[in-house]
């Protein structure tokens, strides 16, 4: 599947190398780069079964483009109407999450059309990444802008919805993932400032490597998608994921709530009131050993419509004392020294594995940096006290009155915290069956 170009002539390498070509308005852009034979190129191209293909990837739009692997074989055909499609196997690692599910693709242009339900956010990031240019260049012979692109073309198309910017292939560039080292050619485009790129190889179904970035009309452009191809193999005959649980359908999970909907806030200002967090999170009761969801809306402390930028912070669970170093950090358990949100706006799966009481979750706030720099805005941190629960069937003794239920009533009488905030405790109270209400 690696092409090779060494038979190019010296000529068109001394032209293209790996320098891209200069863009120019939209509608004057032009590339194109010379490979023997003058070969189509189409997402999907090749594709057959037996492929096994291991890709770490993120996109914007789940979770900020936080990483995950996603991992793909392509088990055989399957009949959807009039239609033949590819189905495939996946198995997602998702920080600490596994989901396995299946997926259907189109073979003209492999976009994920069905399957497994739990995979949704999975199909849907891999549709807008790896098979993206299915949109430009796909498996259907029908002329026009439809139908499999040469390298040699000046443009495979435009993104209306960005400005028309031309979509090129610029350069051949030998490029190293951690598959292997590939001969590529690089696709590219203009997005508001920055170049996305995307390295295909010929004869290969799927990009090797991509880093794009969102459109925007000032400042610095977030990532949209990037991607790495970890691993291929062909003629994979048996199920590479036999014995591997999806966490959906885990025993353990059995029994807990859904984490669908995110019902319950707490908004206040970090503890010297250099920033204000809008804390979302589902269950309203926490179980020891069941997933728990966060949404974190990290907020100038001068105006609360106003997000805050290339947030560095992490989630630490600490003891009743507050000692460092913390019980628990959630960045350190997904594999970072910190989470990074570009756009202010964070969600956080994780599971509790704190005991029935009360659990103090720290949301502590590095600054604001890009991922490479070390912060120069303050350090800040807001303390979230949680009642957590027993799962049910559990068999343990109801937990003292937590402190913060008893310094509820002080605080609601001042006035620090809300109506609602003070009948969560009681609400506590009454389901671990500390307070009984008669009938």
Known sequence: MKASFLALPVIVIL????????????????GGVSLPGDPLWYAGIGLKKGDFFRYSMCHVDYKECSEFEMNIWI???????TEEKWN???????????????????????????????LSVYRGAFKSSIVWLSAFANGYYEGGDKGPKKF???????IGNIGGEQIIPTAIETVKVKAGTYDTVLVSWKTGGAISKVWVVDGFPFPIKAQTYTHVSTGIPPSEYKFELLEYK????????????????????????????????IKRPTKNFSYQIHAYYTPEYPVQGCPMKW?????????????????????????????LPAIRSIAKEQGYDYIYSPSGLSTIDMIVKEPPGT?????????LAPPELVPSTPLDYLVIDLPIAAKKGTDIHPPNIPSWIKNNAGWWADGSIDDNSFVQGIQFLIKEGIMKISS
């Open 234 to 265: 062909e003629n994979v005959q048996q199920d590479p994921f036999v014995g591997i649980t999806s966490d959906i359908d885990n025993p353990e999970l059995k029994d807990c709530p859904k984490t669908d909907s995110l019902t319950n806030s």
């Open 15 to 30: 032209i293209f190398g790996a320098t891209p070509l200069p863009f120019v308005a939209a509608q004057m852009q032009a």
């Open 295 to 323: 949404q974190f809306n990290f907020l100038s402390k001068y105006l609360d419509t106003e997000f805050l930028n290339q947030v560095q912070y992490d989630i630490l669970i600490v003891d009743d004392k507050f000692t």
């Open 75 to 81: 088990k055989g055909d399957i009949q959807s109407g």
């Open 88 to 118: 495939t196997e996946v198995l997602v690692y998702d920080g600490n999450k596994k989901i396995k599910g299946e997926m259907d693709l189109g073979k003209l242009a492999p976009e994920p059309s069905g399957g497994s339900a739990d």
């Open 359 to 367: 659990a103090h979750y720290v949301i502590y706030v590095y600054g």
């Open 152 to 158: 040699s073309a000046k443009s495979w198309g435009k």
